[in-house]
């Protein structure tokens, strides 16, 4: 018995590893930096819900609901900024205890398996639960108050923290089984990412949602969807008890969701995501546990035997040379980074994807839909009679002041030449048509649904691109340092002008490939759209990308990469590892392109003239593609035709074109003065560095 | 000849630590330097300076009068510097690595081909042309190193430690191939640990520690500096005691003692006659079975004029 205590008391509570870092925590100027600016940002959460609250502040109701806000806003900030923080304190697992060789000490030492892997995992977790357990006092706030059950925010921090878990437990995983490298770490966050958001974007479709019988008899979705119970962010959400997102209940799911785990996976999300993911964690970490010296005393890796066993690599590490361009530094960026293996196939997979993606997306919309009633060149002007097919009627008579809607818009009696489904019509005394809807002929995929799916599509494609070109700049010069390839350029007569000209060219030559997916997805129904609108030669026909995107689009998604790559470079300058140049330059990247949209939404939907709003948007990337992709839903007034005078598309796409050239234009200084500040600082800030 | 390499009380600082305390160095045209001195001394400091990778503190560094900091775009095209380790660029092969750096040095289109093409048949390095850089053993990689610096045809090669962790046979290798490009006319200067080869390689070498420059000069004159009096070593059938008392009597010996069954004499400066020890010796009834001058080299010249101290 006392050995089984001895043995837990040395794998927990009196590990080495784990206790040097306890410690030693606090000590660090960085860390005390983040908790601060974690509670900062909670605490202005907390006055800014306060002072903003609707409702009477004497009314024990209104502060309830203000209360039942604040722990919601607290809630997505603690959970965003775990899942931002997480990967960054695990992701170093991967490759720290190598880099610092320290791995093969600790592995001769008598400390056991599961010593090192829990030690490790809990150092690195130490540090976000620390920031979890300095947050309670804020959330306690909301008990003041009332309206928040306390098992709520127990869920908010079991969410939180099984999410950090299971991010580390993931990152010790890769460590060790020897499937990652230094740039292991950014796709690592990358795919976190991209869970995150793939996630919660997808929760939207109705096609990841089971139906249900109601009260009456009708078959209807689940406000929730298969995605719920595994993402943090949608588990959180059914915690609020938010109206249009409950779990159903048991009773209510089919026969065969009603069994276990089934039952308990769409009745209880929050309870099977903490649940699930701590299983998770000890699964991935009971291989490592295992196998860990066994795998640190093999000689490849387990990806290098895979690719030897399918016969993808040969194990000797040779290959025809490349020609290598005039400016060898700008060669270096666009083609070697390009063509090792993993990056190839990343590259041609986004690019293949993206297209595939666009072009399903472009089938769906063309394919038409057969509709119940409809009309199809159908109206005789002559005998002003109009047929409606499916009405299960012969030729119907048109009363004289029919009123024609077309997309619950007032349209005339020419629309009725077209090709239309009937939404209804309604039939005078006389059996005349008196009143019609009509809307345009069904699609598998319909126009605002077609905007919203591109919209999206690019939206994730140009994060993805922004984050790829943000890592590769971080990367660039701390990389040379750590490497000692800079000292090599740097004795030869290529000057700081010419290197960093050289890098940000090569940077922006690498991602054109890339860019060109979300451009070449948007020119696609530019086309077809152009084909229709030719043959259609309709005044009121809507695009569903304005032609314009192909001049604007283009032109701006590369500047805002060419402006991420200069920063990311500036930060690859001044700082002196990778991981903290990359983890910075992404920070600030995400941060400002999170700020400029949500500003840009913000001004979007206000009550300021569309033309301004369009034209203050167009200085942010991802307002700019909501603008040109999907006005009709984001764009405000400037788009809504029942906004009386505010409608005026036409002066918006003008206002957001033009705007759009200057924000450019601004951009480009912006890049032009940090490249001049660079090459100005160059040379001081390598020589300070290299002492 | 004159100076390719000149440095005027040249000094680093970095913060209160000073690495290099007002060095004086000159290295003719065509000479090969060895730069030798302990770990921390400020051989590093000094490459580092000369290749532009770092600027002086006080005092002035110029290579083929050119002055380092102000005129260090028109030095950069004349040297060749190979740091003490490998900067590898992940996924590059071997002739992609030189064609960079030809590239780097503007040198482009049929000529870059025609001159790696040159460099790696120099460096017997043909048949490595397709493999990964970064998959090389250490001595290639060093051999790599080498060709690097020579695809732009360098007056002068900054070589800091390009022996470094070598087995024997690479470093036999690598110490054929600096001869070689020593008959070719280039100026080299080169810090290493292991002497003998420096002594085998090098015409000049220079001494530094903590920072100053002890000595500078031919290899031969250090020899003789580190000398100071002869040494010799004397063996004796029986009663060493005796012998050592008798020869330390000697006018011309600064003092005689037994030592490890050998009784070493030391000679007063000046004195490189010893024949006076065998016939005193025999005169006296001692049977000699050795008598040997004690040789000084590279290593023993540098034990004896540094102290061993570190920064």
């Known amino acids: ?691 | 000849m004159a100076a390719v390499i000149k440095t005027v009380n040249l000094t680093k600082r970095y913060g209160t630590l000073v690495a290099l305390s007002n060095l004086n160095l000159e290295i003719n045209e065509g000479d090969c330097f060895g730069f030798i001195g302990p770990n921390g001394a400020g051989k590093t400091t000094t490459i580092k300076i000369l290749a532009t990778l770092l600027q002086p503190t006080w005092g002035e560094a110029r290579v083929c009068d050119y002055v380092v900091g102000y005129q260090s775009r028109s030095i950069r095209p004349l040297i060749g510097y190979v740091p003490d380790y490998f900067g590898a660029y992940e996924d590059m092969v071997v002739q992609e690595y030189l064609e960079f750096f030809a590239a780097a040095y503007n040198i482009n289109g049929a000529q870059r081909t025609k001159i790696v093409n040159d460099v790696l048949e120099l460096t017997d390095l043909g048949f490595k042309r397709d493999a990964a850089v970064d998959g090389l053993s250490r001595g290639m990689k060093q051999r790599l190193s080498i060709a690097r610096v020579l695809v732009h045809d360098p007056k002068v090669l900054l070589l800091d430690e390009p022996a470094g962790n070598l087995d024997p046979r690479a470093r036999i290798e690598m110490r054929e191939l600096l001869k070689e490009l020593r008959r070719m006319g280039k100026t080299i200067l080169i810090s290493s640990h292991i002497l003998p080869e420096l002594a085998d390689l090098c015409n000049t070498v220079g001494i530094i520690e903590q920072g100053e420059l002890l000595y500078s000069g031919p290899v031969a004159d250090i020899v003789r500096r580190a000398r100071a009096g002869t040494v010799v070593h004397v063996g004796v059938l029986r009663a060493p005691e005796q012998a050592a008392a008798l020869l330390a009597q000697h006018p011309d010996v600064e003092s005689a003692a037994p030592n490890n069954g050998y009784i070493e004499v030391a000679l007063k400066t000046g004195v490189q006659d010893y024949s006076f020890i065998p016939s005193q010796l025999v005169a006296a009834g001692f049977q000699i079975n050795l008598l040997r001058e004690e040789e000084v080299n590279l290593e023993t010249a540098f034990m004896r004029l540094t102290k061993g101290m570190v920064q």
């Open chain 1, 1 to 691: 018995m006392l050995g089984i205590a001895d043995y837990l008391w040395r794998l927990v509570p009196g590990n080495p590893i784990l206790l040097r870092v306890v410690e030693n925590a606090g000590k660090k100027r960085r860390d005390a930096i983040i908790r601060c600016g974690y509670l900062g940002l909670l605490v202005v959460v907390v006055l800014y819900t306060l002072v903003t609250g609707s409702g009477d502040p004497g009314n024990l109701a209104d502060l309830s609901h203000t209360s039942t806000v604040l722990f919601q806003q607290m809630s997505y900030l603690q959970l965003g900024l775990v899942a931002l923080l997480s990967p960054i304190f695990t992701a170093g697992a991967i490759t720290q205890e190598r880099d610092s060789q320290t791995y093969d000490i600790l592995l001769s030492t008598p400390l056991t398996n599961g010593q090192i892997v829990l030690g490790s995992l809990l150092s690195r977790e130490f540090f976000i639960i620390a920031l979890l357990v300095s947050g309670i006092p804020v959330f306690a706030v909301t008990q003041i108050f009332g309206g928040v059950a306390i098992q709520s925010i127990v869920f908010s921090f079991l969410i939180a923290a099984s999410t950090a878990m299971v991010t580390g437990a993931m990152a010790m995983a890769i460590a060790t089984f020897k499937v990652g490298t230094r740039r292991t770490i950014f796709s690592f966050y990358l795919f976190i990412v991209v869970y995150l958001v793939g996630g919660y974007l997808l929760d939207r479709v109705d096609f990841f949602r089971l139906d249900w019988v109601d009260s009456t008899g009708n078959r209807v979705p689940t406000s929730t969807s298969w995605f719920t119970s595994l993402n943090p962010f949608l588990a959180l959400r059914v915690i609020f008890k938010d109206r249009l997102y409950l779990p159903p209940n048991l009773a209510d799911l089919p026969q065969s969701y009603q069994t276990w785990p089934l039952g308990w996976y769409w009745t209880n999300p929050a309870s099977f995501y903490v649940c699930f993911m701590l299983f998770l964690s000890l699964a991935m970490m009971v291989p490592s546990v295992l196998f860990l010296r066994r795998l640190a005393q093999s000689t490849t890796s387990i990806k290098g035997w895979l690719l030897q066993k399918l016969r993808l690599s040969a194990g000797d590490r040779s290959r025809k040379p490349r020609p290598v361009w005039h400016n060898p530094i700008a060669w270096r960026e666009a083609r070697t980074k390009a063509s090792a293996a993993r990056a190839t196939f990343l590259r041609y997979g986004f690019i293949l994807l993206g297209i595939i993606g666009a072009v399903v997306l472009l089938a769906m919309h063309s394919t038409e839909l057969t509709p119940k009633q409809s009309i199809n060149h159908s109206y005789d002007p002559a005998k002003n009679t109009l047929y409606v097919e499916g009405s299960g009627q012969p030729e119907i008579p048109v009363a004289p002041g029919v009123e024609v809607k077309l997309a619950d818009a007032p349209a005339t009696l020419d629309d009725l030449y077209g090709r239309y489904e009937v939404a209804n019509f309604t039939q005078d005394a006389n059996q005349a048509i008196a009143t019609i809807n009509l809307k345009e002929y069904p699609r598998e995929l319909d126009p605002e649904q077609a905007r919203s799916w591109l919209l999206g599509l690019t939206i994730v494609e140009f994060s993805v691109i922004l984050l790829i070109i943000s890592n590769a700049a971080a990367s660039t010069v701390t990389r040379e340092k750590e490497d000692g390839t800079l000292d090599l350029l740097l004795s030869t007569p290529i000057t700081s002008r010419y290197y960093i000209w050289g890098k940000l060219r090569g940077l922006v030559a690498f991602v054109l490939p890339l860019l060109a997916v979300p451009v070449a997805s948007s020119l696609l129904f530019i086309v077809h759209d152009l084909v229709r609108w030719l043959a259609a030669r309709d005044s009121n026909f809507q695009w569903i990308v304005f032609p314009e995107a192909m001049l604007t689009m283009p032109a701006m998604l590369i500047i805002v990469c060419a402006f991420a790559a200069i920063l990311g470079m500036q930060m690859s300058l001044r700082c002196r590892t990778t991981v903290r140049a990359v983890m910075s330059s992404v920070g600030i990247i995400v941060g400002a392109c999170a700020a400029l949209g949500w500003c840009g939404y913000q001004v979007l939907q206000s009550s300021t003239p569309p033309e301004l709003a369009a034209a203050i948007g167009a200085f942010s990337p991802f307002t700019l593609l909501t603008i040109l992709i999907d006005p009709y839903q984001f764009a405000g007034n400037g788009f809504n035709p029942n906004a009386g005078t505010s409608y005026d598309p036409a002066g918006v796409r003008v206002a957001a074109f033009l705007v759009c050239a200057v924000a450019i234009a601004v951009y480009a200084m912006g890049i032009w003065s940090m490249y001049k500040s660079m090459v100005k600082n160059f040379d001081m800030t390598i020589r300070r560095q290299s002492r």
